[in-house]
Structures are given as structure tokens and as C-alpha cells.
């Protein structure tokens, strides 16, 4: 039986591309991840202990280390998504399914040739690449369970409450983390509002050509679409 890990590094790789390694093989434990976080500068102290991705190249190679705390297993444990999204275990599969997506995102950026930055650009970059792709993993976990797999209005409300509303980075004492998680999350909401009037086909392609994207045009490309939304409500277009 596959692990809701696997499932979910697999549902990526047949949207995007494979990157050949078992991201599994990434995870680490407590005590790597406060190493880890040693070195990465007092800013990323701030950063969530539910879950942590660490990266950084050495000798031309990609090095990944995916870290879960115990509580957020034990919630997943005890209320696996695969059985239904709830209360319980939303907050716990957000980040679980986030971390994911950032080593995945990473290790496709790297064999293009764009290496792990401190820079902020490269990290608002995986950060609403993260949102994105989470919320669409999620909204396909509450549509299998649906019958015939129709996703009611109060489900998106309810899924975009957790992504998108109930933090919004606003706990962070950090001026650049706080302007990072809020624009992000904002521009994640806005865009996934613009996914969500596609057919699945076209979704599809939209989301694989905004992942190919750096994270300034990633950030025109929803501006843009706001302002065209903007403009046909006005009755301008």
C-alpha cells in the first residue's frame, strides 16, 4: 500500500514532471531538522516546527531534508485524509502536503539550473507555487468523497478558510516574513479563484505554464487577471 506521501509526490510529478528520487527518502528527524536550522540564519527560527523544508546545494548537488513534527504524523495517523477532509485533520495536511511541493518544486528549479537561494524572490516563488498546488490537492481529496464527485460552494469556502484566511502570515514577528507569507497567501487566494472558472484540461495546462514562471511573473500574471476580472465586472470589457 502506497503512503499518503508517495500518493501525494506522485500526484505532482503526473501534473508537472518526475524528479527521479523518492522524496521520502528526504525525511529527517528532530534532531537534523534543529541542526539544519542552526544554520540557516535567526529569521528562519520564526519559520512553523510543525514542518520544515531545508535546502541547499554542495558540491553540484541538490540537498533535501523534509522534516514533520510527531504531533502532525499522529494527526495524520489517527485521521487519515484518504478516509476524508475534516476539522481534524486539515490543519495537519496543509503543511504536510506543502513541504512536498517545495522539495519537488526545488529539485525541478535545480535540474533546470536554478539553484536553492536565500534571496526573497526565490522563496516567495515556492511559497505560492505551494499554495497553489495545495489547495487543488485538496479540493481533489473532498471530491472523492463527493457523490458524483461535485464540490458544494460551502466546500471551497471551508478549504479556503484554512489555505487562504485563518492565518495569512500575520503571527510573524519578522517584517520580511510577514510581507512574504501575506502577499503570497493573497495572490495564492486570487489566483486559484481564476482556476477554478477552467475546465479541467485547461486548468491543467494554466497551472503548468504559471509553474515555469519566476516569481515576478508569476506575480504579473495574477495582477493581470485580476485587473481583466476587474474590468469585465465593470462592464468594460
Not at 105 to 133: C, T, W
Amino acid at each position: 500500500m502506497k503512503t499518503l506521501f508517495s500518493e501525494i509526490q506522485t500526484l505532482f510529478e503526473r501534473t508537472y514532471a518526475s524528479v527521479g528520487i523518492n522524496l521520502e527518502e528526504c525525511l529527517i528527524d528532530s534532531r537534523q531538522s534543529r541542526q539544519l536550522e542552526a544554520l540557516a540564519g535567526a529569521q528562519a527560527r520564526e519559520l512553523s516546527t510543525l514542518a520544515r523544508t531545508f535546502l541547499r546545494e554542495a558540491n553540484g548537488r541538490l540537498c533535501v531534508g523534509i522534516y514533520y513534527s510527531q504531533w502532525l504524523i499522529e494527526q495524520l495517523e489517527r485521521n487519515d485524509p484518504r478516509a476524508g477532509l475534516n476539522d481534524e485533520n486539515i490543519r495537519a495536511l496543509i503543511p504536510f502536503v506543502e513541504e512536498i511541493n517545495h522539495a519537488l518544486h526545488a529539485a525541478l528549479k535545480f535540474r533546470n539550473g536554478e539553484i536553492p537561494m536565500q534571496g526573497e524572490s526565490y522563496a516567495r516563488n515556492l511559497e505560492l507555487q505551494a499554495q497553489v498546488d495545495t489547495y487543488l490537492v485538496l479540493l481533489l481529496f473532498v471530491a472523492f468523497f463527493r457523490r458524483p464527485g461535485t464540490i458544494r460552494p460551502e466546500d471551497r469556502r471551508w478549504l479556503r478558510f484554512h489555505m487562504f484566511e485563518s492565518e495569512c502570515g500575520t503571527h510573524y514577528r519578522s517584517p520580511g516574513l510577514r510581507a512574504r507569507y501575506s502577499e503570497t497567501t493573497q495572490l495564492a487566494a486570487r489566483y486559484t479563484k481564476f482556476l477554478e472558472s477552467l475546465t479541467g484540461a485547461r486548468r491543467v495546462d494554466e497551472i503548468r505554464v504559471f509553474h515555469a514562471l519566476g516569481y515576478d511573473e508569476k506575480r504579473g500574471r495574477v495582477l493581470e487577471l485580476m485587473d481583466r476580472k476587474s474590468a469585465e465586472d465593470s462592464g468594460e470589457i
